[in-house]
């Protein structure tokens, strides 16, 4: 199992080929098959895509990517392969054309070795939401790998690829790179093309890496960040060479969200670990402040009315006249559209297209659309005037470590809650990061979060370069 690429790099310059290290991982997809996590490997792709890298190898003309294999989630399209977002109701689809994410990627000659399962449409925290049943945590295959991104998480803490990426509306990123014990950051938003990204959340998605390293997400991102004539949303801000960045080796001025630490829900042990690092943080001459941010519990509310609203709205598409499943009950227009949607939506999606229709209706929209807004724009205030006087926040990635299976089955408000801490800066649009900060007396891993101002990946990834040294 491969650590790094560093680990891979040096792997090729002893004589291995990449061809040799995507063999090695195809044998431990199929070894590993129990956890699902992939719902497709490309196997023939991946073998011919390593060959032609193997070859640029020998005539010194790879890209920076070049011996990397990469997962995607199955939300990211790439052309002529399938792509179902997890869900019945695009089961079978075939991608025209490739995000903007995955062309960088081959450009600079990673191979892509198949399609991650994740919670349907990226709705969930725990990736049970699945049409092709949940994923397992390699820690214990009793527990949840988190959600949505959960076959992204697990099959780099599985040694099934060196790097995925996945995408994060509400923390589907970070929360389940804290559950399984990896490196999820998530850029700012528009730092990276959302073209051919499945919509959820528009104002909120973003794509990023999962991986084992910080130094490889910083050389991921560096290849998929910029600017897209494709996505209007995608920032014309000039990147950063992310990847050659100095360490951190001056003194932080951090905030740590004081209520992260109050809230009833988080584990006593997560809690006493995390301020014991703090501590040290601050007997390395790091300035760290606890801080006030009086709005959190609205935090969790404000995401779910803008985010199913959003749903409600990008999910319409599917309808059985178009594209993907359609009814066999289907009998004429109406009739096509509510039997497609009931058998190929699952519980969850149906439960958030309901909801976000209800907050768009007409009599509710000023009641939670509007006032959701009006909240996320002071939600964004907060957090740029906090970042004006501290170089970073931290807080806890997850309140608890990874649960077991069901155990949210009967409250769906209860899996909600499991991103209190990580919506935050997808509705200040900042970027943020979850590092591994150790395992719990249960076995499991959990994450520290970091996040920065906006635009700020570069110092933000430094900062954790040299945390998790």
């Known amino acids: 199992m491969y650590t790094s690429f560093e680990q891979v790099k040096r792997e090729i310059e002893n004589g291995k080929t990449v061809v040799d290290i995507t063999r090695n991982y195809l044998e431990t997809i199929k070894e590993k098959e129990s956890l699902n996590a992939f719902l497709e490997v490309f196997d023939q792709d991946a073998i011919e895509q390593a060959k032609k890298v193997d070859e640029k190898l020998k005539n010194n003309s790879a890209g920076k990517l070049a011996g990397m294999v990469i997962g995607l989630k199955d939300n990211i399209c790439y052309k002529g392969h399938a792509v179902s977002a997890s869900s019945k109701i695009l089961e079978n689809f075939e991608?025209?054309?490739?995000?903007?994410?995955?062309?960088?990627?081959?450009?600079?000659?990673?191979?892509?070795?198949?399609?991650?399962?994740?919670?349907?449409?990226?709705?969930?925290?725990?990736?049970?939401?699945?049409?092709?049943?949940?994923?397992?945590?390699?820690?214990?295959?009793?527990?949840?790998?988190?959600?949505?991104?959960?076959?992204?998480?697990?099959?780099?803490?599985?040694?099934?690829?060196?790097?995925?990426?996945?995408?994060?509306?509400?923390?589907?990123?970070?929360?389940?790179?804290?559950?399984?014990?990896?490196?999820?950051?998530?850029?700012?938003?528009?730092?990276?093309?959302?073209?051919?990204?499945?919509?959820?959340?528009?104002?909120?998605?973003?794509?990023?890496?999962?991986?084992?390293?910080?130094?490889?997400?910083?050389?991921?991102?560096?290849?998929?960040?910029?600017?897209?004539?494709?996505?209007?949303?995608?920032?014309?801000?000039?990147?950063?060479?992310?990847?050659?960045?100095?360490?951190?080796?001056?003194?932080?001025?951090?905030?740590?969200?004081?209520?992260?630490?109050?809230?009833?829900?988080?584990?006593?042990?997560?809690?006493?670990?995390?301020?014991?690092?703090?501590?040290?943080?601050?007997q390395q001459g790091h300035t760290i402040d606890y801080v006030s941010l009086d709005i959190l519990d609205k935090l969790v509310p404000t995401y779910y009315v803008l985010s199913n609203a959003e749903a409600s709205s990008n999910l319409s598409r599917y309808d059985g006249m178009r594209y993907g499943y359609r009814s066999e009950q289907a009998e004429d227009l109406e009739s096509t559209y509510v039997k497609s949607r009931t058998e190929g939506f699952g519980t969850e999606v149906k439960r958030r297209i309901m909801l976000g229709t209800f907050v768009l209706s007409a009599g509710y929209y000023d009641a939670y659309y509007s006032k959701a807004q009006k909240v996320r724009r002071i939600i964004r205030e907060k957090t740029d005037e906090m970042l004006r006087d501290y170089d970073f926040i931290l807080s806890p990635t997850t309140p608890k470590t990874a649960f077991e299976f069901g155990a949210n089955d009967n409250d769906p408000v209860s899996m909600y809650l499991e991103d209190i801490f990580t919506v935050h800066s997808n509705l200040a649009g900042t970027p943020a990061i979850s590092i591994p900060a150790g395992f719990h007396s249960n076995g499991m891993p959990y994450g520290l979060q970091i996040m920065a101002g906006s635009f700020e990946e570069k110092k933000l990834l430094s900062f954790a370069s040299t945390l998790t040294e």
């Open 95 to 282: 991608s025209l054309y490739s995000a903007t994410v995955v062309e960088r990627l081959l450009e600079e000659d990673a191979v892509i070795i198949g399609r991650l399962n994740c919670d349907e449409f990226a709705m969930g925290s725990s990736n049970e939401h699945s049409a092709y049943g949940a994923v397992k945590n390699p820690h214990d295959q009793n527990r949840v790998p988190g959600g949505s991104s959960g076959g992204s998480a697990a099959a780099v803490a599985a040694g099934l690829c060196l790097a995925t990426l996945g995408s994060d509306t509400g923390g589907s990123i970070r929360q389940p790179a804290s559950f399984c014990g990896v490196v999820g950051l998530k850029p700012t938003y528009g730092r990276v093309s959302r073209w051919g990204l499945i919509a959820y959340g528009s104002s909120l998605d973003q794509i990023g890496p999962l991986t084992n390293s910080v130094e490889d997400s910083a050389l991921i991102l560096e290849v998929i960040a910029g600017s897209d004539q494709k996505d209007s949303t995608a920032s014309t801000k000039k990147t950063d060479a992310y990847s050659t960045a100095p360490k951190f080796d001056g003194k932080a001025k951090i905030a740590v969200i004081k209520e992260t630490f109050e809230t009833d829900g988080l584990d006593p042990e997560i809690k006493k670990n995390l301020e014991e690092r703090i501590d040290s943080l601050k």
